[in-house]
């Protein structure tokens, strides 16, 4: 073994001691990257099954059910990704870790149960209200839906069903925030897998569209109680004492309220923008349009989920640190290297939804209720949705540095006029070209708030790529245009395709399946090498995004 050099004298004991807890955090983020990724990835493909499944029961054209059971799903979904997504866990698990590490864990345990006693009691306020007033904001959140008596209704009751979930999903967002401020990941990431398990099981042994729509909705009520059992049972065992009491609105919950409200607006943009775009949807005449907008939906959230929990998981603390931290070259570096990646893993994803978007629904949802024009009205809200990908997460990207800099107001002024945008675009185009017109008018509004965040943070100062990363950008955007030929290629040759696996016997059933799994299979894994071969990222930066470097 070498000798150190004289500028980098040896370590003592104790500064070796010290150096090696602080590998540990480090080493936790790869391991804690794999096992939320794992497990997240899990989710969606579960989901997907769920999807797929009631897709076939409840159609989409063929009655009110589908739109009805769509409806009443935007309100649980919306909740979930801002409590258990968003700006909830962003408020809470800083405050809980700071005070878990600053005053111990009876105080964090005693601030956590006042935070838990406060989001309850306003959940279920907003769960009573809501049940009590659902008629009329029916009318208000889908007024197209007042000339069919019938999908009126049923999007009523159901609603009024699935509206519990908003509070178990509170409950399960303080819980998932206290575990992993606790490093404990598992429970908060197999936690979605429950519901859609859930909800395949009450679904798949019904028999009739209205059955399966009731089934899936009581479903969702059940498997949010479940949910937030596991979660307050995991927290237990972990050491968390958080325990029911009477609400306090003490000094830590209104700095923790002050701090969630305008983060929860600036971090859930997208998801409010596609709420908005099922309300404009509804105007659209007879049955399908909102389970179309859903489908192309859940679609482009599966990239859209592994991305986002790969950035949240691995990059955002270790740029959040830099900023805190004051290292502002480590900072640059940081933002830099978040913005090449997350461009890297959304492109292709894009590419695919924009090239071949019905041959993906085609082979995932046509079948029983779920008819081939279904599948031709869903690809094409998928196909705009496509190009606003980069855009969804370039803004998870780009929040964290306005959130480290305690700016939550100027994200949150940002998304209220990109909201702004989607509901005057929306509502332009869908009387100019149709139902695609409220995928446009989404996916650009995205784009309007990205460009909002990067003006702002070029003109503070606090970001601009470097000609470094600008030509990596370009790198990425070339691989990613050679990737989307290749696929639109194979999506031109899709009878061709398909005809050769429904020529196999042994494959018959399920060629259009198997016909995507093989366009995939060929075409996907030459992304990397394209990646590498322009000269978008090399293999060692890619490893390197899984380190967390101390700042100098």
Known sequence: MTDAPPSEPT????????????????????????????????????????????????????????????????????????????????????????????????????????ALATLAAMTLALVILAQLAMPWLMYLINYGYRDEPLKFKLAVTLTQITMPYLSCMAITAL????????????????????????????????????????????????????????????????????????????????????????????????????????SLVSMAPGDGPRTWLANADRLYQLPLGMVGVAIGIALLPRLSQALQAGDHKDAQDTTDQAVVFALAMTLPAAAALMAIPFFLVDALFTRGAFTSFDAQQTASALFHYGWGVPAFVLARVMNPIFFAREDTKSPMRFALISVAVNIVLGASLFFIVGFPGIAIATSAASWINVAQMYWALRRRGDWTPTPSAWSRIIRVLAASAILTALLAIAGHFRPVIQGLFEHISLVRIG??????????????????????????????????????RRPA
């Open 11 to 114: 370590a003592s004991p104790s500064e070796a001691a010290s150096d090696a807890a602080a590998e540990k955090p480090r080493a936790g983020i790869i391991k804690n990257s794999i096992i939320f990724s794992g497990l997240t990835l899990i989710s969606r493909f579960m989901g997907l099954a769920r999807d797929v499944v009631i897709n076939a029961q409840l159609g989409a054209s063929a009655g009110p059910w589908a739109d009805a059971y769509n409806t009443a799903l935007s309100f649980p979904n919306l909740f979930r990704r801002i409590f258990a997504e968003g700006a909830f866990s962003s408020a809470f698990v800083p405050a809980y870790s700071r005070t878990l590490t600053a005053e111990g864990g009876e105080r964090a345990d005693d601030m956590a149960s006042d």
């Open 175 to 278: 819980f998932s925030g206290a575990l992993n401020a606790r490093n404990r990941f598992i429970l908060s990431g197999a936690a979605p897998i429950v519901l859609n398990a859930v909800m395949l099981i009450a679904v798949l042994p019904q028999k009739n569209s209205g059955d399966a729509a009731y089934a899936a909705s009581i479903a969702v009520v059940i498997a949010g109680v479940l949910q937030a059992g596991l979660l307050w049972w995991g927290a237990w065992r972990s050491g968390a004492r958080i325990r029911p009491r009477l609400p306090r609105l003490t000094p830590e919950i209104k700095r923790l309220i002050k701090v969630a409200i305008p983060a929860a607006i600036a971090a859930s943009v997208t998801q409010i923008n596609i709420f908005v775009s099922g």
């Open 511 to 548: 060629a259009k399946e198997i016909a995507v799994l093989a366009v995939c299979f060929a075409v996907l894994p030459i992304y990397p090498v394209l990646v590498v071969l322009t000269g978008g990222m090399t293999v060692a930066e890619i490893k390197g995004l899984l380190r967390r």
